[in-house]
């Protein structure tokens, strides 16, 4: 079983930036393919980014492709995405994700993942 967490949420104007953090339990987090998805009031659950786990590949939503980063650190059990030049459509509940020990997911869905965290909210002001 893995349990994540997020970080970094918060307010911030247009243009600006956050960096969510996302920390797993356990000895296995190499070995799992992580994601972002977010969720807005009244919408559905959409993906935002993943990474495999070997970290060699990422995927990206096309409405924040060349805005938002992700990125992982094994040894310390935490997958980031770095978001920049924020827009208020960017608000949202931010969500972790992990798949099953090297498992090569449908990264785009949220089927593909078998683990969540709780979910940090992004809030972007105009």
């Known amino acids: 079983q893995v349990q994540l967490v997020e970080s970094g949420g918060g307010l911030v104007q247009a243009g600006g930036s956050l960096r969510l953090s996302c920390v797993a339990s356990?000895?296995?987090?190499?070995?799992?393919?992580m994601g972002w998805f977010r969720q807005a009031p009244g919408k559905e659950r959409e993906f935002v980014a993943a990474i495999c786990w070997r970290g060699g590949s990422t995927y990206y939503a096309d409405s924040v492709k060349g805005r938002f980063t992700i990125s992982r650190d094994n040894a310390k059990n935490t997958v980031y995405l770095q978001m920049n030049s924020l827009k208020p459509e960017d608000t949202a509940v931010y969500y972790c994700?992990?798949?099953?020990?090297?498992?090569?997911?449908?990264?785009?869905?949220?089927?593909?993942?078998?683990?969540w965290g709780q979910g940090t909210q992004v809030t972007v002001s105009s």
């Open positions: 994700a992990a798949t099953l020990p090297y498992s090569t997911p449908s990264y785009y869905y949220p089927l593909g993942y078998d683990y």
């Open positions: 356990g000895r296995t987090f190499s070995s799992h393919a």
